[in-house]
């Protein structure tokens, strides 16, 4: 429901409830005339919760004031919104808060983390440990609070998954939060459609966010929301803080979308409540979204940064500073707080969040404990998925079925390849599932086997994702997805990895298990010429930390590449493929390709015991350059070819075995690799050689490209002679 258009103003912060603070209002102040404020829900609210909103508002501004460091504002603002969802809203058991059929909760806006943090120490969340199993103690205590942004503390600057019991997802670089509730809300879909049976209902979730100005300026969460309703997914629900402040000051410096209109576009249903404070408005707004079938639901919420801020409150100074030590004491003041007291929980307000939360929500989960345990006894099978899935691992033997390449000079392209190795483990993994960026046929990474489905409105029960021309919000669902229990893969172009670095990099953050993979990975694109053909993206992804990079040389080292991935269970995988094809090894002749386990792997030797010289090759450049090898061979040069499609794994091999792959007495090397230059030096030294790109490609035919830039049989020989002075 449409009610008009959300009014921005500079002057936007007034309750009538909170007289004592009329006298802080600037004399303009004009939101409350232009916009119907409608009745606070503070002047009928129960006392515990108001009391409980401004404990939560009084934690923020004291964590924040003791770290001198952090956003008050927001906190203050929202803290209504969320007191009022988490309490009569959100299905969540405190003492359980893994819960798979639990509702999630995503702070998109991470910025304003004290609002979290103060939730789910109000809430009484319990605490799961590393091993999965609750400890005892609360996953926020009251010192954790005093500790905010402090080292090793459980509160950091913004949300961290895997950090903090009840963080569903890391947030803070804005709009990714959003774009990962979609994945949240899409798993729910699939995961209902999968396991739900006639007499037992195991996945119902709602997927409910709260996200602001920022959120809504990014790009991502354009695009995820586009998705979003175009799927249809009516568990999802973004509550947006129109607060109207951003760093800079006031939004309408950059920013006068229609938010409401905006969203009916992309298929939203649409609520506006008019105060933040107004519990009731924004309880019928939620109640309609619980209602709703056939779409998203987005509910705008006009709240005032910094609420109950004298001198601060709709400024950006509220935003992300302190508030200072005697702004505090009038902020606590006008909230009828001691204004003497810090990091105070009245004892009434002290449980009243956890009591509401676990009467309503105890007895569902319960409920949903005897149904699962029924369902154990009829659907065996089934349920040994869901455990695994929770746990991380994958079904007995899978491993077996990785596919096997006979040798072939004229070889396959390693996407290709890779296509047939996904659907040979994808049929043995029920819950892998993944798609492209509008880019399948040129992927190769359909799953073509009967039943496996696309994934669409309506029919959520696919295994086929079709993202469109949205790389951004892809792998941000990708990671939203593997936070739901499900292997999620994506695909596209090794060069459009630049509009996936945000969620490949949280994803190493959050050691979740995405498999991105890449294709068309050099020059050997060919025709397209330089903005198709990645030069510099090898090295942005080898630097991330905690990601694996993965560059098979051939198809049988593809599908050890997938084989390696599959096995990771907290860390994110890209698996580069080739264009073109490349020769399938002869294994009989040359080394294993389960080599590619270790990372690097002597390929090709002379027999003798030292070589004189050491070719280093990945991807589409191992064929070549096992040519090369071969020829220096035969001019009876001791060569050898060593194979390298991840340096992270070749890092983490004992020192013997990288000093016999690479023994530092031979200094005579190689690189061959159709990417740029950086970091080739730690393995080939001042003195090796480097056949790598320095400068963009061109548009010309594959043949042509690699002569221009020396990616030849006959350059490597040179070079290689060069290297021994021949």
Known sequence: ???????????????????????????????????????????????????????????????????????????????????????????????????????????????????????????????????????????????????????????????????????????????????????????????????????????????????????????????????????????????????????????????????????????????????????????????????????????????????????????????????GEDEIKLTKKAYGWDENSSFLVP????????????????????????????????????????????????PEGWRNTALSFDADKKGIATRAAGGKVLNGFAQQIPWLMGGSADLSPSTKTNLTFEGAGSFEAGSYNGRNLHFGVREHAMGSIANGLALSYIRPYTSTFLVFSDYMKPPIRLAAIMELPVVFVFTHDSIGVGEDGPTHQPIEHLTQLRATPGLLTLRPGDANETAEAWKVALAQTHRPSCIVLSRQPMPTLDRSIYASAEGLARGAYVLADSGHEQPEVILIATGSEVGMTVEAFEKLKAEGVNARVVSMPSWELFEHQGKAYRDEVFPPSVKARVVVEQAGPVGWDRYVGQSGAKIVMNTFGASAPIDKLQAKFGFTVDNIVKVAKAQLQL
């Open 1 to 323: 429901m449409h009610s008009g258009p959300i009014v921005r103003h500079k002057h936007s912060w007034n309750d009538p409830a909170l007289p004592v603070l009329d006298i802080y209002l600037d004399a303009t102040a004009t939101r409350h005339e232009e916009i119907n404020m409608g009745s606070p829900a503070t002047s009928n609210a129960n006392e515990r919760d108001q009391l409980t909103i401004n404990t939560i508002r009084t934690l923020a501004m004291d964590a924040v004031q003791k770290a001198n460091s952090g956003h008050p504002g927001t906190p203050m603002a929202l803290a209504p919104v969320g007191y009022t969802l988490w309490k009569d809203f959100l299905r969540y058991h405190p003492e359980h808060p893994d819960w798979p059929n639990r509702d999630r909760f995503v702070l998109s806006v991470g910025h304003a983390s004290m609002l979290l943090y103060s939730l789910l120490h109000l809430a009484g969340v319990v605490e799961i440990d590393e091993h999965g199993k609750r400890s005892g103690k609360p996953a926020i205590s009251l010192e954790d609070i005093k500790q905010f942004r402090q080292l090793s503390s459980k509160t950091p600057g913004h949300p961290e998954y895997r950090m903090t019991t009840g963080v569903e997802t890391t947030t803070g670089p804005l709009g990714q939060g959003c774009a990962n509730s979609v994945g949240m809300a899409m798993a729910e879909r699939w995961l209902g459609e999968h396991f739900n049976q006639p007499d037992a209902k195991l996945f119902d979730y709602n997927v409910y966010v709260l996200c602001g100005d920022g959120d809504m300026m990014e790009g991502v969460t354009a695009e995820a929301a586009s998705i979003a309703g175009h799927l249809k997914l009516s568990n999802l629900c973004w509550i947006y803080d129109n607060n109207t402040i951003s760093i800079e000051g006031h939004t309408e410096l950059a920013y006068s979308d229609d938010v409401q209109k905006r969203f009916e576009g992309y298929g939203w249903k649409t609520h506006h409540v008019k105060d933040a404070n107004d519990a009731a408005a924004l309880a019928r707004s939620l109640k309609a979204f619980q209602q709703t079938d056939d779409a998203p639901t987005l509910i705008v919420v006009d709240s005032v940064i910094g609420y109950g801020s004298p001198n601060k409150h709709n400024t950006a100074s509220a935003h992300g500073e302190p508030l």
């Open 347 to 394: 004892e009434d307000a002290r449980h009243h969040l956890r009591d509401a939360m676990l009467e309503r929500s105890a007895d569902d989960y319960i409920a949903w404990q005897k149904t699962f345990a029924e369902f154990e006894e009829s659907q065996p099978e089934l349920a040994d998925q869901l455990q695994r899935m929770r746990a991380g691992e994958m």
